[in-house]
Protein backbone atom coordinates (compact mmCIF):
# COMPACT_ATOMS: atom_id res chain seq x y z
CA UNK A 1 0.00 0.00 0.00
CA UNK A 2 1.46 3.47 -1.20
CA UNK A 3 2.23 5.52 2.22
CA UNK A 4 1.72 9.10 2.85
CA UNK A 5 4.36 11.45 4.12
CA UNK A 6 4.29 13.41 7.38
CA UNK A 7 7.53 15.25 8.45
CA UNK A 8 8.11 16.73 12.06
CA UNK A 9 9.70 19.58 12.57
CA UNK A 10 13.34 19.08 13.81
CA UNK A 11 17.01 21.66 13.43
CA UNK A 12 18.33 20.93 10.00
CA UNK A 13 20.67 19.27 11.93
CA UNK A 14 19.32 16.96 13.81
CA UNK A 15 19.51 13.59 12.32
CA UNK A 16 15.97 11.86 11.93
CA UNK A 17 14.51 8.70 11.52
CA UNK A 18 11.68 7.51 9.34
CA UNK A 19 8.86 5.54 10.70
CA UNK A 20 5.89 4.53 8.88
CA UNK A 21 2.85 4.10 11.19
CA UNK A 22 0.00 2.22 10.31
CA UNK A 23 -3.33 4.51 10.58
CA UNK A 24 -7.22 3.43 9.37
CA UNK A 25 -9.76 2.20 11.77
CA UNK A 26 -11.99 -1.31 11.40
CA UNK A 27 -13.18 0.04 7.48
CA UNK A 28 -9.51 0.03 6.37
CA UNK A 29 -6.55 2.16 6.99
CA UNK A 30 -2.78 2.27 5.03
CA UNK A 31 0.89 3.34 6.41
CA UNK A 32 2.01 7.18 6.59
CA UNK A 33 5.56 7.78 6.76
CA UNK A 34 6.63 10.01 9.44
CA UNK A 35 10.23 11.61 10.16
CA UNK A 36 11.28 12.09 13.74
CA UNK A 37 13.94 13.59 15.22
CA UNK A 38 15.99 10.60 16.30
CA UNK A 39 17.44 10.33 19.93
CA UNK A 40 20.14 7.58 21.42
CA UNK A 41 18.38 5.15 22.75
CA UNK A 42 15.02 5.98 21.88
CA UNK A 43 12.10 2.98 21.63
CA UNK A 44 9.55 2.42 19.02
CA UNK A 45 6.96 4.18 21.41
CA UNK A 46 9.15 7.34 21.58
CA UNK A 47 9.13 7.80 18.37
CA UNK A 48 5.18 7.30 17.86
CA UNK A 49 4.57 9.60 20.62
CA UNK A 50 6.32 12.26 19.16
CA UNK A 51 4.56 11.76 15.73
CA UNK A 52 0.81 11.79 18.23
CA UNK A 53 3.01 14.73 20.20
CA UNK A 54 4.11 17.14 17.31
CA UNK A 55 2.71 16.14 14.51
CA UNK A 56 -0.47 14.37 14.12
CA UNK A 57 -2.30 14.61 17.10
CA UNK A 58 -5.28 11.86 16.64
CA UNK A 59 -3.08 9.02 16.16
CA UNK A 60 -4.40 6.14 18.85
CA UNK A 61 -2.05 4.43 20.91
CA UNK A 62 -2.07 2.46 24.01
CA UNK A 63 0.33 2.83 26.89
CA UNK A 64 0.52 3.03 29.90
CA UNK A 65 4.07 2.50 32.05
CA UNK A 66 6.76 2.49 29.21
CA UNK A 67 8.74 0.30 31.38
CA UNK A 68 7.65 -2.93 30.02
CA UNK A 69 5.87 -3.86 32.66
CA UNK A 70 2.14 -2.95 31.98
CA UNK A 71 1.79 -5.21 28.56
CA UNK A 72 -0.82 -2.00 27.01
CA UNK A 73 1.63 -1.33 24.26
CA UNK A 74 1.29 -4.27 22.20
CA UNK A 75 1.67 -3.75 18.90
CA UNK A 76 3.57 -5.75 15.55
CA UNK A 77 7.05 -4.33 14.01
CA UNK A 78 7.69 -4.86 10.85
CA UNK A 79 4.79 -7.53 11.55
CA UNK A 80 6.06 -9.25 14.52
CA UNK A 81 4.55 -8.68 18.04
CA UNK A 82 6.56 -6.49 20.14
CA UNK A 83 6.13 -4.59 22.76
CA UNK A 84 6.54 -1.03 21.62
CA UNK A 85 8.05 0.60 24.79
CA UNK A 86 10.72 -2.38 24.97
CA UNK A 87 11.91 -2.45 21.16
CA UNK A 88 14.60 0.15 20.61
CA UNK A 89 14.73 2.29 17.41
CA UNK A 90 18.43 1.37 16.61
CA UNK A 91 17.39 -2.49 16.41
CA UNK A 92 16.45 -1.49 12.62
CA UNK A 93 19.54 0.89 11.52
CA UNK A 94 19.29 0.48 7.20
CA UNK A 95 15.73 -1.11 7.70
CA UNK A 96 12.47 0.49 7.06
CA UNK A 97 10.34 0.64 10.30
CA UNK A 98 6.67 -0.22 9.97
CA UNK A 99 4.37 -0.28 12.91
CA UNK A 100 1.09 -1.58 12.88
CA UNK A 101 -1.74 -3.05 15.43
CA UNK A 102 -1.80 -6.59 16.93
CA UNK A 103 -3.57 -8.67 13.91
CA UNK A 104 -5.33 -11.17 15.92
CA UNK A 105 -7.53 -8.98 17.63
CA UNK A 106 -10.36 -6.40 16.35
CA UNK A 107 -8.56 -2.82 15.29
CA UNK A 108 -10.32 -0.26 16.99
CA UNK A 109 -8.08 2.93 15.73
CA UNK A 110 -4.76 2.77 14.37
CA UNK A 111 -2.34 1.05 16.99
CA UNK A 112 -5.17 0.29 19.29
CA UNK A 113 -6.81 -3.16 19.03
CA UNK A 114 -9.83 -4.64 21.40
CA UNK A 115 -8.23 -7.77 23.33
CA UNK A 116 -11.12 -8.08 25.22
CA UNK A 117 -11.60 -11.44 24.19
CA UNK A 118 -9.19 -12.27 26.30
CA UNK A 119 -11.24 -11.44 29.27
CA UNK A 120 -13.99 -13.64 28.14
CA UNK A 121 -11.42 -16.79 27.59
CA UNK A 122 -9.69 -15.90 31.22
CA UNK A 123 -13.63 -15.71 32.84
CA UNK A 124 -14.55 -19.55 30.87
CA UNK A 125 -11.50 -21.17 32.64
CA UNK A 126 -12.57 -23.40 35.71
CA UNK A 127 -11.34 -21.49 38.49
CA UNK A 128 -8.90 -22.24 41.24
CA UNK A 129 -10.92 -24.78 43.63
CA UNK A 130 -8.77 -25.12 47.04
CA UNK A 131 -8.53 -28.53 49.06
CA UNK A 132 -11.09 -28.41 51.84
CA UNK A 133 -8.20 -29.69 54.50
CA UNK A 134 -5.21 -27.83 55.71
CA UNK A 135 -2.20 -28.43 56.08
CA UNK A 136 -0.74 -29.29 52.27
CA UNK A 137 2.89 -29.45 51.76
CA UNK A 138 4.27 -27.34 49.24
CA UNK A 139 7.51 -27.66 48.16
CA UNK A 140 10.37 -24.85 46.46
CA UNK A 141 10.04 -26.93 42.70
CA UNK A 142 6.10 -26.13 43.16
CA UNK A 143 6.29 -22.68 43.78
CA UNK A 144 9.09 -22.07 40.90
CA UNK A 145 6.62 -24.02 38.60
CA UNK A 146 3.93 -21.55 39.75
CA UNK A 147 5.99 -18.71 39.68
CA UNK A 148 6.80 -18.60 35.75
CA UNK A 149 3.86 -17.89 34.72
CA UNK A 150 3.07 -15.60 37.18
CA UNK A 151 5.39 -13.05 35.18
CA UNK A 152 2.69 -12.61 32.77
CA UNK A 153 1.86 -9.21 32.06
CA UNK A 154 -0.86 -9.47 29.43
CA UNK A 155 0.39 -8.05 26.96
CA UNK A 156 -1.11 -10.84 24.75
CA UNK A 157 1.94 -10.70 22.07
CA UNK A 158 1.75 -14.32 22.14
CA UNK A 159 -1.44 -14.95 21.31
CA UNK A 160 -1.10 -12.52 18.45
CA UNK A 161 1.75 -14.58 16.91
CA UNK A 162 0.10 -17.62 17.43
CA UNK A 163 -1.07 -18.90 13.80
CA UNK A 164 -4.01 -20.69 15.90
CA UNK A 165 -5.66 -17.20 15.96
CA UNK A 166 -3.65 -15.17 13.86
CA UNK A 167 -4.17 -17.30 10.60
CA UNK A 168 -7.04 -19.64 11.41
CA UNK A 169 -9.50 -17.45 13.71
CA UNK A 170 -10.19 -20.38 15.99
CA UNK A 171 -10.93 -17.46 18.55
CA UNK A 172 -14.59 -19.50 19.99
CA UNK A 173 -12.71 -22.78 20.48
CA UNK A 174 -8.99 -22.08 21.47
CA UNK A 175 -8.28 -20.03 24.94
CA UNK A 176 -4.66 -19.44 23.60
CA UNK A 177 -1.09 -19.90 24.65
CA UNK A 178 -1.21 -16.98 27.53
CA UNK A 179 -4.63 -18.87 28.91
CA UNK A 180 -2.30 -22.57 28.72
CA UNK A 181 0.33 -20.72 30.91
CA UNK A 182 -2.62 -19.42 33.54
CA UNK A 183 -4.12 -22.80 33.67
CA UNK A 184 -0.69 -24.50 34.22
CA UNK A 185 -0.65 -22.44 37.03
CA UNK A 186 -3.91 -23.33 38.49
CA UNK A 187 -3.54 -27.33 37.28
CA UNK A 188 0.30 -27.61 38.90
CA UNK A 189 -0.90 -25.59 42.57
CA UNK A 190 -0.26 -28.06 45.29
CA UNK A 191 -3.63 -26.82 46.87
CA UNK A 192 -5.71 -27.02 43.68
CA UNK A 193 -8.55 -29.42 43.38
CA UNK A 194 -10.04 -28.47 40.27
CA UNK A 195 -10.42 -30.03 36.67
CA UNK A 196 -9.37 -28.68 33.70
CA UNK A 197 -8.46 -31.58 31.27
CA UNK A 198 -12.32 -31.64 30.05
CA UNK A 199 -11.92 -27.84 29.25
CA UNK A 200 -8.77 -28.01 27.40
CA UNK A 201 -9.98 -31.42 25.19
CA UNK A 202 -13.81 -30.71 24.72
CA UNK A 203 -14.49 -26.83 26.07
CA UNK A 204 -12.81 -23.72 25.26
CA UNK A 205 -9.72 -25.00 25.51
CA UNK A 206 -8.96 -26.27 22.30
CA UNK A 207 -5.32 -27.34 23.06
CA UNK A 208 -5.54 -29.76 20.10
CA UNK A 209 -5.54 -27.12 17.80
CA UNK A 210 -1.56 -26.24 19.74
CA UNK A 211 0.81 -27.99 16.79
CA UNK A 212 4.06 -26.67 19.70
CA UNK A 213 5.08 -24.45 17.32
CA UNK A 214 6.92 -22.53 19.88
CA UNK A 215 6.20 -18.91 18.10
CA UNK A 216 4.62 -18.00 21.74
CA UNK A 217 7.39 -18.92 23.93
CA UNK A 218 10.03 -16.88 21.23
CA UNK A 219 8.09 -13.64 21.51
CA UNK A 220 6.96 -13.50 25.67
CA UNK A 221 8.67 -10.53 26.55
CA UNK A 222 9.02 -12.19 29.86
CA UNK A 223 10.56 -15.30 28.46
CA UNK A 224 8.20 -17.63 30.47
CA UNK A 225 8.73 -20.67 28.23
CA UNK A 226 5.09 -21.12 27.72
CA UNK A 227 5.36 -24.39 25.30
CA UNK A 228 7.86 -26.48 27.82
CA UNK A 229 6.80 -25.57 30.90
CA UNK A 230 2.91 -24.89 30.17
CA UNK A 231 1.43 -26.67 26.95
CA UNK A 232 3.68 -29.62 26.65
CA UNK A 233 2.78 -30.89 30.83
CA UNK A 234 -1.00 -29.95 29.77
CA UNK A 235 -1.21 -31.96 26.70
CA UNK A 236 0.52 -34.80 28.86
CA UNK A 237 -2.39 -34.54 31.48
CA UNK A 238 -5.06 -34.51 28.84
CA UNK A 239 -3.55 -37.46 27.33
CA UNK A 240 -3.24 -39.62 30.87
CA UNK A 241 -6.89 -38.60 31.87
CA UNK A 242 -8.26 -39.48 28.49
CA UNK A 243 -6.45 -42.21 27.26
CA UNK A 244 -5.04 -44.23 30.60
CA UNK A 245 -7.96 -46.40 31.24
CA UNK A 246 -7.76 -45.63 35.46
CA UNK A 247 -7.74 -42.05 34.82
CA UNK A 248 -10.67 -42.31 32.33
CA UNK A 249 -12.95 -44.06 34.44
CA UNK A 250 -11.85 -41.75 36.95
CA UNK A 251 -13.21 -38.57 35.04
CA UNK A 252 -16.56 -40.42 34.17
CA UNK A 253 -17.31 -41.49 37.65
CA UNK A 254 -16.47 -37.74 38.58
CA UNK A 255 -18.49 -36.56 35.31
CA UNK A 256 -21.33 -37.92 36.71
CA UNK A 257 -21.28 -37.21 39.95
CA UNK A 258 -21.31 -33.81 38.46
CA UNK A 259 -24.31 -34.37 36.83
CA UNK A 260 -22.25 -34.21 33.21
S1 LIG B 1 3.19 -23.45 20.37
FE1 LIG B 1 0.98 -23.74 20.20
S2 LIG B 1 0.08 -22.03 21.35
FE2 LIG B 1 2.26 -21.51 20.94
S3 LIG B 1 2.18 -20.32 19.03
FE3 LIG B 1 2.55 -22.46 18.45
S4 LIG B 1 0.50 -23.31 18.05
FE4 LIG B 1 0.21 -21.39 19.22
S1 LIG C 1 2.69 -15.16 28.36
FE1 LIG C 1 4.26 -13.63 27.76
S2 LIG C 1 3.64 -12.99 25.69
FE2 LIG C 1 1.90 -14.04 26.59
S3 LIG C 1 0.63 -12.43 27.48
FE3 LIG C 1 2.00 -13.17 29.12
S4 LIG C 1 3.80 -11.87 29.03
FE4 LIG C 1 2.70 -11.55 27.13
S1 LIG D 1 3.84 0.84 28.05
FE1 LIG D 1 3.66 -0.67 29.61
S2 LIG D 1 4.50 -2.42 28.68
FE2 LIG D 1 4.85 -0.87 27.21
Known amino acids: MESSQHRGASPETQKTVRINIYRGDAEGGEFVEYD??????????????????????????RWNCKAAHCGSCGGEVNGRPKLLCKTRVDDYEGEEIRVSPMRAF??????????????????????????????????????????????????FLCQDVCHVLRSHHKHPAFAGPRFFAKIQSLEMHPM????????????????????????????????????????????ERVVGDYYDPAKWLMRKIRGRRNGE
Open 36 to 61: VPLVEGMVVLDAVLYVQAHISPDLAV
Open 106 to 155: PLIKDLVTDVSWNYEVARSIPEFKPAEKAPFTMYEEDVERLYEPKRCIEC
Open 192 to 235: DTGHRTEYLKEGRGGIGFCNITKCCTEVCPEHINITDNSIIPLK
